[in-house]
């Protein structure tokens, strides 16, 4: 999505601002370990906010850590645990990793954090269940043009049968 994204404003991952910035610690796999409270003071010190190009553009910073840094607004993509649980088994994720993913889904992990976290910005939340991502990338692109007030919470995992039984399973 980060690619159809792109196509609309300037796209930045963390891990890459990360590596470029000299906060990325160590590979483990595929990923970087970033010392996010150094990133945060090089962020602070950095205007990443601003586009290269000479039209005005959004910036976004893309990853599962995004939320914890210096940023004005967060838009956090959930997925229902059943289709995160088949989107990760189709990518090879392993055991550990697709039930910690599940479970951190299910009760929203992330979008507490980014709620916790919020410095006066807006937060929104957006399902990407059952949509492709051009429609994704079109509803993020409203969003940062638009700019409408925060929306988070109405997404409930928990509230389906499937999802408090899968939990529960995945503890045995």
Known sequence: MGRLLARQCEVVAVADLAARLGCAERRTGHSLQ????????RMGALDVARPRSKRPRASVLTGHLAHLLPVRDVIVLRCHPRELRRRLQRRGARVNELRANVASEAIGVILFEAAACRRGGRLWEVDTTGRSPSTVARVVGRLLRNRPASRFGHVDWLADPWVTEQLLRDTD
Do not use: F, I, K
């Open 34 to 41: 970033v010392d996010l409270s150094r990133l945060a003071r």
